[in-house]
Every structure is written in C-alpha cells, then in structure tokens.
C-alpha cells in the first residue's frame, strides 16, 4: 500500500488587519488587489535556503494566513514561522506565533490500490448515493467514504487520491476504509 500526501492546506490567523500595498512593498513582493484579494508569498530553497520547504502562503488584509502545497504539517508550521519571523522583523504587527493556532483545512493523498479497476463494473456495485462516474467529463470515478469525510478518486490503473480529510490519521482511516471495500468488491466482480 503506497500512499504519500501531495498536498495539505492549513489556516491561521496572524494579525487583526494588514496592509498588503505595504507588506508587498515592504517585501519586495508582487500584489494585485484587482486580481486577487490576497498576497502570494512563496516560501523554498531558493527564498529561504536550504531545507525550506516548498510552500505557498496567501496572506490576506483581515490577517488571515493560508498555506498551500505542503506535503507534512511540519511543512506548514516552518512556512507559517518564515512569514510571521518576516513581517516581525520589518516592523508589522503580527500577534505572537503559536503552533497551536494553525488549522488544517484538507489533506490531499495519492494512493495505489495495486491492482487495476475496471470502473464501469466498480460503479455498479457500489453504493449508489455515493458514487460518480461520467467518464466522458472525467476519466476516474469518484466515491464518497462512509466512516470518513474521505472523498476518493479512483482511476482505472488503482491510483488512488484521497481528499476532504483534515488530519493524517483520517486520511490514512480513509484510505483503509477504501482499501477494504475494493478488496470486497474486487472478491464480487473479478
């Protein structure tokens, strides 16, 4: 059972309010209100050095700090430190840092079953209420979990993507879930 998160999106809250015509100038970053509401700052290797973990931030005027891209919650929480040590450090009120304070919204996982699916026989016999299935809009079927709040995408070669969790265990819990009712559909239709 291979599985590997590709993506977790996490939220705090840093500050009441802040300026982001400021902060981008302040920063040196690119900002257009008129595009997007937030501000896009990109913590890696090469902004931050070596070890940086590739991760998007978003930061908004209400204070309100979104990261996107990371594949740990340790990767988040270094991310989220980077920003908050930089405004700190150029003058902008930030409240203190608190690990605490981050909430994870979704965790992204990629999964491989290990066998290939014959979709058209799968949908048959799951569920009906909890699964789509319109290969001619999209090519993977799409199975809502029971015990989890584990949405999957299965594909045809057994790659799998796990989404809607908001912490590792529930991913993996999804991701049994799943592996235990194509193990029992897989005994039905082969």
Request: aromatic residues 8%.
């Amino acid at each position: 059972m291979t599985q590997k998160i590709v993506n977790m999106v996490a939220s705090a809250r840093i500050t009441d309010n802040i300026d982001l015509h400021s902060v981008a100038d302040t920063l040196d970053l690119h900002f257009e209100a008129e595009q997007f509401p937030g501000m896009v700052y990109r913590v890696g290797e090469a902004t931050h050095g070596k070890g940086a973990p590739k991760v998007c931030l978003l930061l908004f005027g209400s204070g309100r700090l979104v990261a996107t891209g990371a594949t740990s919650y340790e990767d988040v929480v270094t991310a989220m430190h980077h920003i908050h040590t930089d405004l700190d450090s150029h003058g902008f009120e930030v409240w203190p840092f608190k690990e605490e304070d981050i909430l994870v919204q979704n965790i992204v996982m990629t999964y491989d079953y290990g066998h290939s699916l014959h979709l058209h026989d799968l949908v048959l016999a799951l569920p009906f209420e909890r699964c789509e299935y319109e290969p001619e809009q999209f090519p993977g079927l799409i199975f809502r979990l029971k015990e989890t709040s584990g949405v999957c995408l299965i594909f045809g070669s057994g790659k799998c993507v796990v989404t809607g969790t908001k912490s590792v265990e529930e991913a993996e819990s999804a991701i049994q879930e799943l592996t235990e009712v194509l193990d029992e559909i897989r005994g039905i239709i082969a």
